[in-house]
Every structure is written in C-alpha cells, then in structure tokens.
C-alpha cells in the first residue's frame, strides 16, 4: 500500500490525463490502468468557447484529484495557481510544477522551493515536480512536502530512467514517498523505477499517446505491480567479473 | 464599466456580480475558480461580490494535464 500524505492508495501508478485522443480513450485507459490518483491542469475560461467535460469520467470512476500548477512559471504564479485549483476542485493536493523553460519544461529548483514552503504553509498537501537532485529532494522535504516527484527524462520524452543513478540516492535517502514522473515511456522503464524502489510511478505520454492507451495502461498496471514485487523480493547483488555458477560444478562427464 | 476577463477588456453593467459574470461565460462545468484582483472569490460569495470599473479577473476551469 502507497501511503501519501495519510492517504493509502492501493495502485502504485498515478497517471495524467493529458494527451488522449478522445475523453472515451481516457476513460477507458484510466480504468485500465488502476490509478487511484489523476492529474488535471488549469486553464483560463474563454467565453463561449466548449471545453471537454474531463471530471465527470474521472469522477465517476471515483479517483482522486490531483490538479497541477502547469504554466506556472514562478513561485508567484504557482501559489495563485495553487489557490484557484483548490478552489475550482475542492481538494488541497497539489502537483506543483514550475517549468520557466518552454524547450525541455525542466522544473526550476528555486522557484519550487519557495512556492512549496509557502503552499504547504497554507494547508497544502504539496507533490513537487523536481529534478532528480537528491539535495534539493531532501530540502522539499525539510519544507513538509508530502512526496518528492523526481523526473526521469525530460516530460513527454519517453526517453526512459536517463537520471537513474540519481535517482538510487533519492530513494536511499527518502523520508517522504519518491515518485519518478517524466519521461517513463514504457512499461520497462516503469518496472526498472519500482524494481529501484520507487514508491510509485507517473505516467501520461506513454498511455495517452499509445496507438491502444487502454492496453498500454494495462501494461503499466502490471508492470508496476511486476517492479514493486521485485522491489519486495529483494533482488540479487549486480557483480562484474568471473561468473558465478548455478549448477554443480562436478566433473561426471569425465568418467564417461 | 470596464473590466478585465482573463486579460481581455469587456464592458459589464454597473453593480455587476461576480455571479453574474460567471452565469455569462455560458460554461457547462462547475469546477470554476474566479480571482478578482489575485484574491479567491470563493462560490459562495459569488453572488454577493460586486465588480468595480478596472477590476481584473480571472476565471479559469479544468481541463486535461499531466
């Protein structure tokens, strides 16, 4: 069981709902996939102008909110954000992201850390979106946040675990639940977090852009059970140099 | 009167309500923020909080995200 905040939820893979080619594709994807936990942006209201009704699927599948401060491009901007998805949704978890860059959408540290201290002051529960520092994961933590979300690639990169050695020092070191979000583009990479220790994956590109994103989810569904069952299992010690043997080593063939 | 909607300067009616102006973006959801001047109007107060000439407001809603 994950346990974020005091909450326990039962899956271990969080999932976006960005990107899908159709609210159906979405639903039934999120469906597929077991998530108990589910992102949303914000985005300003033009008059007239129709908007999807993405809560109502998500809500009747009866899955938790989470919505993020995408478009934030400081400390500022992300604590109004904060305040206005708090109170378009009635929920105090967050997903703070910060991404001043329009190139790589890498989270600015500094600006993270200032808008998460403040917004877990005022009643927050704070999920930042970081980089894959393990300093900075420790000092969002010291600020009271309820988990650190290290990227693994660049979002929407599927590009794998490129931080995955940094990623080892967070999980050794955590105090808080680590979630590897960005750039898990297969259901691999997804295990390969979990097999680490990973308390839990995100994912949207790699489902929602799928040519069959309730497949894939399911894919993800089973790969993270599959990772964390490694995880539990304990796996073996990695060693460089002479094999090791599995079987007997006996000489019977030579009395032949 | 003048105000600003989500950077986009309208003519409203004197006295209007925040409530008022919400019932005119003709939205069908109801997960709807509106800040006046940076500060949370919270639902419950929409329809007693009058605007005032060079209010600057935001109205946003949810939409899909990672």
């Known amino acids: 069981m994950l346990t974020i905040a005091g909450h326990t939820f039962r899956s271990r893979l969080l999932t976006g709902s960005g990107k899908f080619a159709s609210g159906e594709a979405m639903e039934s994807a999120l469906a597929a996939s077991g998530s108990e936990l589910v992102t949303l942006a914000l985005k300003r209201l033009m008059p007239d102008s129709a908007h999807d009704d993405i809560l109502s699927p998500i809500v009747n599948l009866g899955l938790k909110l989470l919505p993020n401060t995408s478009g934030a491009r400081n400390a500022e901007e992300a604590v109004f954000a904060a305040r206005l998805a708090k109170e378009a949704l009635r929920t105090s978890w967050l997903k703070l992201e910060i991404h001043p860059d329009p190139n790589y959408l890498l989270p600015d540290p500094v600006e993270t850390l200032i808008a998460a201290e403040k917004l877990v002051k005022e009643g927050f529960t704070v999920l930042p979106y970081c980089g894959a520092d393990p300093v900075l994961c420790q000092r969002l933590t010291d600020v009271g946040c309820a988990a650190v979300m290290p990227l693994g690639a660049p979002i929407g990169s599927n590009m794998g675990l490129k931080t995955r050695d940094f990623l080892r020092i967070i999980i050794e070191q955590a105090r808080v639940p680590v979630i590897v979000d960005a750039g898990i583009g297969a259901p691999s990479h997804a295990a390969e977090a979990m097999e680490m220790g990973a308390d839990a994956v995100l994912v949207n590109t790699a489902i929602a852009t799928a040519r069959d994103p309730a497949e894939m989810a399911r894919a993800f569904r089973e790969a993270v059970i599959c990772g964390r069952r490694a995880f539990n299992a304990g796996p073996g010690t990695v060693s460089v140099g002479p094999a090791s043997a599995t079987s007997p080593m006996t000489s019977f063939l030579d009395a032949l | ?66």
């Not at chain 2, 509106?34 to 009058?50: F, L």
């Open chain 2, 1 to 66: 009167m003048q105000i600003s909607v989500n950077n986009q300067s309208i003519q409203i009616d004197e006295e209007a309500t925040v409530a008022a102006l919400v019932k005119a973006q003709k939205s069908q959801t109801r997960a709807i923020a509106v800040a006046v001047n940076q500060q949370i109007v919270h639902r419950e107060n929409w329809s007693e909080h009058r605007l005032h000439g060079g209010d600057v407001v935001d109205i946003v809603t949810v939409v899909a995200g990672g």
